[in-house]
């Protein structure tokens, strides 16, 4: 490949980079905001049954409003409701873990996945990409340098295991999002995922949660719940979607550690964590790994 060529296919992902960056700062707020409704009664799955709820009615509305909008093929159901599966039990595992961590804490934790990420590709390729390590890597040492913003001693508790166990689910979920996005529409592909994960979360809720419900305060949370429900879920996975079509996960994986540098910004704004020379530098690393991955990642899509 030339360099035009590289030249163009880099300014054809532009858009999607520029997209996908904007999502993982409202994801960062996300973490916040969640905490939030948390604290008003609304049990874990529950929360997720609503957001992917609202999620899934954005983005029906879209494919009605956009003509003509094919039918929902067999494929789309297929995958659709393995990666949904795949996000209810990675968000379903950092939505309980925030109810024992912080937001902050949480955002730094889940993007341990930039790790997992290649090594899942590796196990599946049998070859390991140097270059995609090391951009994982110097994001990775940003994620460590930031952890000390919020544990003190560096103890570990249940809300954090839970949350390393749902950044394992979340590279799965990169992985299998790439497999899969480039061959399948948008908006029925990500309406399945939004629809699986809502119906799973849902039924988890009635059987795990049922006896909370009275403690909730729906009517007074619905701007949190609109907000994660219309811009966080359903705009934000259309948007990861449809950029997994162009951008390796490998990429995408490690853009998404700017997503604990935005949490880390909005935890500390709100009170609820400080900013010290830790955050500074760590923050630092993590931009750095995701520009050197944007710009000099050539790898193939996975196929």
């Given at each position: 490949m030339t360099d035009r060529e590289e030249l163009t296919i880099e300014k054809e992902r532009l858009p999607h980079l520029s997209a996908f960056l904007i999502v993982c700062m409202i994801w960062g707020l996300?973490?916040?905001?969640?905490y939030d409704l948390l604290d008003t009664g609304i049990p874990p799955f529950f929360l997720i049954a609503v957001t992917y709820g609202i999620g899934a009615l954005t983005l029906l509305c879209a494919k009605l409003i956009v003509r003509p909008s094919p039918a929902v093929s067999r494929d789309e159901w297929r995958y659709g409701i393995l990666v949904g599966l795949l996000i209810f039990v990675a968000f379903g595992l950092q939505t309980v873990g925030l109810v024992y961590t912080t937001p902050a804490k949480s955002g730094i934790l889940t993007v341990l996945y930039v790790l997992f990420?290649?090594?899942?590709?590796?196990v599946i390729r049998k070859k390991l990409s140097m270059r995609s390590m090391g951009f994982a890597l110097i994001g990775f040492t940003g994620v460590l340098v930031m952890s000390g913003v919020t544990g003190g001693d560096g103890s570990l508790n249940i809300g954090d295991l839970l949350t390393i166990?749902?950044?394992?689910?979340?590279?799965?979920?990169?992985?299998?999002?790439?497999?899969?996005?480039?061959?399948?529409?948008?908006?029925?592909?990500?309406?399945?995922?939004?629809t699986a994960a809502a119906i799973v979360g849902l039924g988890v809720s009635f059987a795990l949660e049922g006896g909370s419900y009275q403690g909730m305060d729906l009517i007074g949370s619905w701007a949190g719940l609109a907000f994660m429900g219309l811009i966080v879920t359903g705009l934000?996975?259309?948007?990861?979607?449809?950029?997994?079509?162009?951008?390796?996960?490998?990429?995408i994986s490690v853009m998404c550690c700017s997503e604990s540098v935005f949490a880390m910004i909005f935890s500390w704004s709100l009170g609820y964590d400080e900013v010290t020379v830790a955050l500074s530098i760590g923050a630092a690393l993590i931009v750095a790994s995701t520009v050197l991955s944007s710009i000099y990642e050539r790898r193939e899509l996975i196929g």
């Open positions: 996300s973490l916040v905001i969640a990420v290649p090594v899942i590709i590796s166990l749902c950044a394992v689910a979340f590279a799965a979920h990169f992985v299998t999002l790439e497999k899969f996005s480039s061959r399948l529409n948008t908006i029925n592909f990500t309406l399945v995922q939004m934000g996975f259309f948007v990861q979607t449809a950029a997994q079509k162009k951008i390796p996960s490998t990429t």
